[in-house]
């Protein structure tokens, strides 16, 4: 029971000093928070970030496309975060998707948009190799019909039957194909990839929008079949895609196949993994960089917790000794500072927790649209448990050394200056 009295006066007394200088509490409470809060947010976002870019390439080994940035080829191709480095003829993919290194290649056609929700020509390999399975209707075959991603569902309010005419580019302002309309003949499957933001439709509905040959002026038209068979073909040989999304028949083509294209080809062949882990490589380094300056932060907080027990112990030195004086146990003045310190702490690593998460929240929600980044704030990373404990560890440990002074209080010294 002694022990629980002592407590809970500490307590009170912690409170009350606490009270008395709310405004030197509050400062601090306030810069724990935002050191935990950047923390926080910077262990939310680069994990998430990971884990998205881990989902989003699964399966894919390598890309081919037009000469230009691997990472833009990319970002554009695998991530549709970026606008394409430019087309390549079919004839040409179709040679690669050939080769016995290659056990599956998807082509896409990319170039226009709807409400800012990419347009994605491709053929059935694409369903494959992201898992999609028709949630409602029937799977797009024909040219204009077009299959909508559970994010494009959901945002547009669209379901199978509906039409819609795409425009140019990435952009809701950009002119579009007001001649022609898709109709929507299915809705996939949430799979939380970024097939969940894509519009699906067959590669001839590309191509028929953006017609890869224009006869010249004046050219009469053949009067026979085989004339206008062969205008088919050649029209079919100057056809041109944006991608190849390759899956490696072994082990052996990722030592061999980009090599082969980059060297033998006027194509480009990147890899998702590399040009992945380059980019974070870049992004760590301001990553690492921002977390240093939490952390410094949470450190300057810390000594912000010693300056303000020292000074509240400095300018309450008196009531401490009469306290001391009235019989009050040193344990009681001991606990009052500590329990101080505990409060600062856990105020300043609740509101910092909580910031953090809010503020990935925000970021999430502004970059949903406009970029196609899904981040959400109310998701736990594991690391967070350790920040927790961390700044919780750095505030008591402050608090340490004015405790000890505050139990070491004299009282034959205290009884001489009252």
């Not at 590309?206 to 085989?226: F, I, Q, T």
């Not at 590399?274 to 980019?279: G, I, N, Q, S, V």
Request: one cysteine or more.
């Amino acid at each position: 029971m002694s022990l629980l009295h002592d407590a809970a006066t500490g307590w009170l007394l912690a409170t009350a000093s606490l009270r008395a200088r709310l405004a030197a509490t509050l400062l601090t409470v306030a810069l724990l928070a935002v050191g935990v809060a950047l923390i926080i947010a910077l262990l939310l976002v680069s994990r998430q970030l990971e884990a998205k870019s881990e989902r989003d390439n699964a399966g894919i080994d390598l890309v081919v496309g037009a000469k230009g940035s691997p990472l833009q080829l990319i970002l554009s191709s695998v991530y549709h975060v970026d606008i394409p480095t430019g087309n390549i003829p079919q004839a040409d993919a179709t040679r690669v998707a050939a080769l016995p290194m290659v056990r599956r290649a998807v082509p896409l056609a990319l170039g226009d948009s709807y409400r800012r929700f990419r347009i994605v020509g491709t053929d059935t390999g694409f369903d494959a190799l992201y898992g999609l399975r028709v949630a409602a209707g029937t799977r797009a075959q024909r040219p204009m019909e077009a299959m909508l991603g559970a994010e494009v569902a959901r945002t547009t309010g669209m379901a199978p039957g509906a039409r819609f005419a795409g425009n140019h580019g990435l952009s809701d302002s950009a002119a579009g194909h007001t001649e022609e309309s898709f109709i929507v003949t299915g809705v996939f499957a949430p799979t939380g990839s970024v097939a969940d933001r894509l519009i699906v439709t067959p590669l001839d509905s590309v191509w028929h929008l953006h017609p890869s040959k224009v006869p010249p002026a004046g050219r009469e038209p053949h009067a026979h079949g085989d004339a206008n068979h062969d205008d088919a073909d050649q029209d079919a040989a100057q056809r041109k895609i944006t991608a190849l999304l390759i899956q490696y028949a072994s082990p052996l083509a990722a030592a061999r196949l980009p090599r082969e294209i980059n060297a033998g080809s006027a194509l480009q062949a990147a890899s998702p993994a590399a040009e992945m882990t380059r980019l974070f490589g870049f992004l760590g380094i301001g990553i690492d960089t921002l977390r240093a300056l939490a952390a410094l932060i949470v450190v300057l907080a810390s000594l912000g917790v010693f300056s303000a027990l020292s000074a509240a112990m400095a300018e309450r030195r008196g009531d401490l000794q009469l306290l001391r004086v009235l019989g009050a146990p040193r344990g009681v003045v001991c606990v009052s500072v500590l329990a101080q310190g505990a409060v600062i702490g856990l105020a300043g690593v609740i509101l910092g927790l909580l910031s953090g998460h809010l503020a990935v929240e925000a970021l999430g929600a502004g970059l949903a649209r406009p970029q196609g980044i899904g981040l959400g704030g109310w998701t736990w990373a594991a690391d967070e448990a350790w920040v927790v404990l961390v700044a919780l560890a750095m505030a008591l440990g402050a608090s340490l050394m004015p405790a000890w002074r505050a139990y070491r209080t004299n009282l034959s010294a205290g009884l001489a200056e009252l």
